[in-house]
């Protein structure tokens, strides 16, 4: 049995979705899927999966050896929000929670998959090489990245990492993130801002060296995240520290100049000041060194701007069944 936390959340169902896609069915979902009209158990809808598990009995269970053989663990569980401010939340929910897993699966030699993000970068500076030899110098700007940072450090130190692979997600997009409202990515708010007014609002840049919408990005699309992560499962020899992104950073306006051209509409977008609460703690530029992962032995390409969102938009977005299923498609 392969064991996914975060399982209804946006990348956790997406990796559902690739075990299926590979006719692997027998996977322990574990998550908190909130209130029913948030939409979260939606993406659970369409996918098999073997049992479905709160997160806060996943470690009872696993202290008293209640559940069937454990293949491995992915860990995708987490409080996602870069704005979240309770600080003891964030601590106990990806750090506390992921050291308890991270543990468990060492003592046992189950393989272990885990979420890090590439928040953790903090403003570049220092920057975007994945592995653990730039932990020391990184300095995440929110809570949300530090606590991620956290984690990777302690792994680091605790031996996880020789066995364990941890990903450092950058700005991932596509099906099944519907539920996670301000958190949803560009492609999706423009996709709706299209649909209802014919026009994108983006952020003015607040950076002499970036002009407004040329603020850039590694957007990088799930269903490579996915193919990544099951390439990881079945290469256990591959472990430390990995970006996970295209390698190649664009801008928003190209994000939205893409959504646009999905929709075959005219681009038309509209830039507004950014909340002061964020200028300080903003990105102006983030690009995967995908390195390690190429070294390990990942050699498939990554998925253009122009075509993931062209699939996200067409194939999902607009459809009248937008969340990732177990049915023949284009995929």
């Known amino acids: 049995m392969i064991i996914i936390t975060g399982g209804a959340g946006f990348i956790g169902s997406a990796m559902l979705w690739e075990l299926n896609r590979h006719g692997l069915n027998d996977v322990l979902i574990v998550d908190d899927l909130g209130l029913a009209s948030e939409g979260k158990w939606l993406n659970l809808r369409g996918l098999?999966?073997?049992?479905?598990?709160?997160?806060?009995?996943?470690?009872?269970?696993?202290?008293?050896?209640?559940?069937?053989?454990?293949?491995?663990?992915?860990?995708?569980?987490?409080?996602?929000?870069?704005?979240?401010?309770?600080?003891?939340?964030?601590?106990?929910?990806?750090?506390?929670?992921?050291?308890?897993?991270?543990?468990?699966?060492?003592?046992?030699?189950?393989?272990?998959?885990?979420?890090s993000s590439a928040a953790t970068f903090g403003d570049g500076s220092a920057g975007y090489t994945d592995g653990t030899e730039p932990l020391d110098r990184l300095r995440p700007l929110n809570m949300y990245g530090?606590?991620?940072?956290?984690?990777?450090?302690?792994a680091h130190r605790n031996g996880i990492l020789d066995k364990a692979a941890g990903l450092k997600f950058y700005n991932v997009y596509g099906p099944n993130e519907y539920h996670k409202e301000d958190m949803t990515s560009v492609v999706f708010k423009a996709f709706n801002q299209i649909r209802e007014h014919g026009t994108v609002k983006l952020f003015r840049s607040h950076h002499p060296d970036f002009a407004d919408g040329e603020q850039m990005r590694d957007f990088v699309y799930v269903k490579d995240c996915t193919r990544i992560m099951h390439w990881l499962l079945e290469t256990p020899?591959?472990?430390?520290?990995?970006?996970?992104?295209?390698?190649?950073?664009?801008s928003f306006k190209d994000l939205v100049t893409a959504t646009f051209d999905a929709l075959e509409q005219p681009v038309n977008i509209e830039f507004i000041d950014m909340p002061e609460t964020i200028r300080e703690k903003y990105q102006y530029y983030t690009c995967?060194?995908?390195?390690?992962?190429?070294?390990?032995?990942?050699?498939?390409?990554?998925?253009?701007?122009?075509?993931?969102?062209?699939?996200?938009v067409r194939n999902h977005l607009n459809t009248a069944s937008p969340h990732l299923e177990n049915r023949r498609s284009t995929e």
């Open 48 to 115: 098999r999966y073997a049992d479905f598990v709160h997160k806060d009995d996943l470690p009872v269970l696993l202290q008293h050896n209640q559940l069937p053989d454990i293949e491995a663990i992915i860990h995708m569980g987490a409080i996602s929000s870069t704005t979240e401010q309770d600080a003891g939340l964030l601590m106990r929910n990806n750090y506390e929670y992921s050291k308890l897993l991270a543990s468990w699966c060492a003592d046992k030699g189950v393989r272990f998959i885990y979420a």
């Open 288 to 312: 995967a060194d995908c390195g390690n992962l190429r070294q390990a032995g990942f050699t498939e390409p990554m998925t253009s701007l122009e075509d993931g969102v062209r699939d996200y």
């Open 237 to 250: 020899a591959a472990a430390g520290l990995f970006n996970v992104g295209t390698g190649q950073a664009r």
């Open 146 to 154: 530090y606590s991620k940072h956290l984690f990777d450090c302690w």
